[in-house]
């Protein structure tokens, strides 16, 4: 397939005047040709086609395609049947009235290519550079970061169905890359027996000594097919095969293979206590999704996916806002162009272990790389730390965020000797407690890869003290403090100072607006289910996602500015959300 670069095509005559008939005030799709038409362009995907073969369609064309697909939540092939039934759709693409589309096996190519050439944010790349020609986005304004959960598009497995499906896996892809090899390597009939269909909880035996055998015999049929595959004799293709990969590392992840006192091989279940487990973000939870992780925020929520971290710009002129909160309590709405636009300005995808704290310096290099960095950057407490608000302030960025109170036993039980309670002598690198005695150890270590001070009192001068109860528990009977090098320190100090005060906590409200942006994507995108496998694959799908957000958002802005269009059931159901998040 190659790539002829021509762009949008020209809206046929008879098609514009039909469409301007069936929608005499617009819709989002012909707001979208008619306003954003240069975004959708042929030149930033040559990369992904070839110079040679039969053309294909257009990438600019289908990447609109994409935008309003996901605009409106609709699978392959009901967008598929949108270019041919849809009026407003066939004015978006310049087909004509009785143009019979493209198959819907197109767009899935399409995507795939993309990932293939790490093309996944051109889309949302270049309609964020048209907002900032546009003055509508820029850098060193207010902007705010959340995160949520996204959910695997695979089965929740537990451990046993794990080992089960992952032997299944392995084996069908076997089966159709050499099947004359495994006919050979292996009781094709009793396997097919035992992996014919999906390995199923409800199939299970209920009794814990069958299910025990049972996952033996799992570990078992998963090292006699791994110990054929690396065979000599076997092709050393099957060993590139991502289902045997796969397989090999959930076997090493859930079984042991020991001797017994005989001398006969055992293999058996690990067990999490005794034989240990791999880490979380290591863990597979998934032959068919190599980057799905388990993981658990709080008491109430546990899932298996991904994590999707979104910014939006969220800048009002103070007049503006408070004239727009009069009307809004006068039961009216907001004026003409009184509010501006809100868009989102990075959308960052992780595995579903990765912490909040990580994601924050990814987050803002990105926006500082599309000239984009905020001058507030306002976020909830998981994503700060002393050095990275340190960091972000040497780059111009301020970030609102309440920080971790201190963590010790007397600070979080509001009693005794907290760590704000010990005086530091900087220059003398000693400590002085509140009963008047001076430290006896000062001791700059490495602490999980970051600089760290650990400073130790005496025991002569703890063990006989009259508030040793109120200062320390331990054995040893002395206290001993960690701190941060010292402009950490203080800058921490003053932070958590600042953030108790009443006009930290009305500036901070500002960030409460991300919430009702996070609403609206699970309204009109699905963004919390993931639609494909893998990392790549979720990530280009919330690129995407967020690229259909702001094109909504962008129709909201200019249907207040005295032309609106007569709203698409997506746009419809987002000016509430527009309204209220703005």
Same mark, same amino acid.
């Given at each position: 397939?190659? *790539? ?15 469409? @301007? ?22 030149? +930033? ?22 935008? *309003? ?157 791994? @110990? ?27 079984? *042991?293979?020991?001797? !017994? ?118 976020? !909830? ?183 609106? +269009? ?5 746009? @419809? ?10």
């Amino acid at each position: 397939m190659s *790539l002829q670069v021509r762009g949008l095509p020209e809206i046929p005559a008879d098609t514009v005047r039909v469409a @301007r008939s069936a929608f005499p005030q617009g819709s989002l799709a012909m707001s979208v040709r008619d306003r954003l038409g240069e975004v959708f362009a042929d030149e +930033p995907f040559a990369g992904a086609f070839g110079v040679r073969g039969a053309p294909g369609l257009s990438p600019a064309l289908l990447s609109l395609v994409t935008v *309003l697909q996901f605009a409106e939540d609709l699978t392959d092939r009901q967008a598929a049947a949108m270019a041919v039934r849809a009026i407003d759709w066939k004015y978006a693409m310049g087909m004509e009235l009785g143009a019979t589309g493209f198959d819907d096996s197109v767009l899935a190519r399409f995507r795939a290519r993309l990932v293939e050439h790490g093309m996944e944010r051109v889309v949302f790349d270049r309609l964020l550079d048209w907002c900032r020609g546009q003055g509508l986005v820029g850098a060193g304004g207010k902007q705010r970061t959340d995160s949520t959960h996204v959910i695997s598009a695979v089965r929740d497995l537990n451990r046993l169905e794990l080992a089960g499906e992952s032997v299944r896996a392995a084996l069908e892809a076997l089966a159709v890359v050499a099947p004359a090899w495994l006919a050979q390597a292996v009781n094709v009939p009793e396997l097919a027996l035992r992996y014919g269909e999906r390995v199923n909880g409800w199939k299970i035996p209920s009794s814990q000594v069958k299910r025990e055998r049972l996952a033996t015999v799992f570990g078992q049929d998963a090292v006699a097919l791994l @110990r054929a595959v690396w065979a000599p004799t076997a092709p050393p293709v099957l060993r590139t095969l991502e289902p045997v990969a796969l397989l090999r590392r959930i076997t090493v992840q859930t079984y *042991l293979v020991a001797t !017994d006192t005989r001398g006969r091989e055992v293999i058996r279940k690990r067990e999490a206590d005794s034989d240990g487990v791999p880490p979380g973000h290591t863990r597979l939870a998934s032959p068919y999704d190599p980057d799905a992780r388990w993981a658990a925020k709080g008491e109430d929520l546990f899932w298996c996916g991904y994590k999707i971290h979104l910014t939006e710009s969220c800048d009002a002129p103070p007049e503006a806002e408070a004239e727009a909160e009069a009307e809004a309590e006068a039961g009216g709405e907001p004026s003409p162009g009184r509010l501006p636009v809100r868009l989102i300005t990075d959308v960052y995808t992780t595995d579903a272990t990765v912490p909040d704290v990580n994601a924050t310096a990814p987050v803002q290099e990105n926006l500082a790389t599309r000239g984009l960095a905020p001058g507030e950057h306002y976020l !909830d407490a998981g994503y700060p730390s002393a050095a990275l608000v340190r960091a972000a302030s040497e780059q111009g960025i301020t970030m609102v965020t309440p920080l971790r109170p201190d963590t010790s036993p007397q600070a979080r039980a509001d009693t005794g000797y907290a760590k704000d309670a010990f005086r530091i002598d900087w220059k003398a690198r000693q400590v002085r407690c509140p009963e008047g005695r001076t430290s006896s150890g000062w001791y700059p270590v490495r602490q999980h890869g970051h600089d760290a001070i650990v400073v130790d009192l005496a025991r002569s001068d703890c063990r006989p003290c009259p508030a040793r109860e109120q200062c320390t528990a331990s054995r040893r009977g002395t206290r001993m403090l960690t701190l941060q090098p010292r402009e950490l320190h203080q800058a921490l100090t003053a932070a958590r100072t600042e953030q108790k005060t009443d006009t930290w906590q009305a500036k901070y409200a500002l960030r409460a607006g991300i919430e009702g942006t996070i609403n609206q994507a699970l309204d009109v995108t699905g963004i919390r289910r993931a639609r494909y496998r893998g990392l790549p694959k979720v990530r280009l799908q919330h690129a995407f996602s967020a690229a259909a957000l702001n094109v909504i958002r962008l129709d909201a802005h200019w249907s207040t500015e005295g032309t609106p +269009p007569a709203l698409s059931r997506a746009s @419809r159901l987002t000016h509430l959300s527009y309204r209220l998040t703005a």
